[in-house]
């Protein structure tokens, strides 16, 4: 079993649509949850970030994470062509230690 | 802030031949990461450095893999010799100790090994 698993994609849903997107993982030292967004040939950048277990909102982003279940999620409210991108989770053990990626899955969001 | 620097953007070379990708990480910051992207993979880390001196370097793949970081402002990632199999978008990520886990990234070299 890997890590981190997350729903392989590609993901394609209408404009103002509600987007939920999932990973789960294997270690319980992860303490640090986080979501990057990549557009095509660009580099991840930061989207959200968690510690430990609980939920966080920004604007129309929400991330979940339960650990008891060994399972986070990103929601995105309101779905616009400009969140099409790849969305990958990532989480580490504690403050500035490696983190380890999901492989990421490939939102579109149709006009 | 000019943020990651990354050079060359794209690489395309032989089998067999050297190939040493270049970074400038953000000034300032005290961590630098060297990752690999594939579609079969993902992302995976390579080694990282922290103060200049490599914490973990169980990610590099063989002994063709070198990196080395002389100073806080660039740090090199050397392929020797390569192969077809590393081909792949390379990135080089940097992070403050005052900033938990929040990597930035450079914009990538995607190296092409014929």
């Known amino acids: 079993q890997k890590e981190v698993e997350q729903d392989p994609g590609p993901l394609s849903v209408p404009e103002g649509a509600i987007v939920s997107l999932n990973c789960t993982y294997s270690n319980s030292a992860f303490q640090y949850f986080m979501w990057y967004r990549q557009y095509s040939r660009k580099g991840p950048e930061l989207l959200m970030y968690?510690?430990?277990?609980g939920n966080k909102e920004d604007g129309r982003f929400t991330a979940q994470v339960d650990k008891s279940s060994k399972y986070i999620s990103l929601f995105i409210r309101d779905s616009q062509p400009s969140d099409s991108a790849t969305y990958l989770c990532?989480?580490?053990?504690?403050?500035?230690?490696?983190?380890?990626f999901g492989k990421g899955i490939t939102l579109s969001v149709r006009p | 802030d000019a943020g990651v620097i990354q050079s060359p953007r794209h690489e395309v070379t032989e089998m067999g031949q050297e190939v040493t990708l270049r970074c400038k990480p953000i000034s300032g910051h005290n961590s630098l990461f060297w990752y690999r992207q594939t579609m079969m993979r993902g992302l995976e880390l390579l080694i990282y450095?922290?103060?200049?001196?490599?914490?973990?370097d169980s990610g590099m793949p063989e002994d063709r893999f070198s990196a080395k970081m002389p100073n806080a402002s660039f740090s090199t990632l050397k392929i020797q010799p390569s192969e077809p199999r590393d081909s792949a978008v390379y990135f080089c990520?940097?992070?403050?100790?005052?900033?938990?886990?929040?990597?930035?990234f450079g914009p990538g070299t995607r190296l092409t090994v014929l």
């Open positions: 450095f922290n103060n200049n001196v490599p914490i973990d």
């Open positions: 990532a989480m580490g053990p504690g403050a500035n230690s490696k983190l380890t």
């Open positions: 968690t510690y430990s277990s």
């Open positions: 990520a940097s992070t403050s100790n005052h900033e938990v886990d929040t990597q930035y």
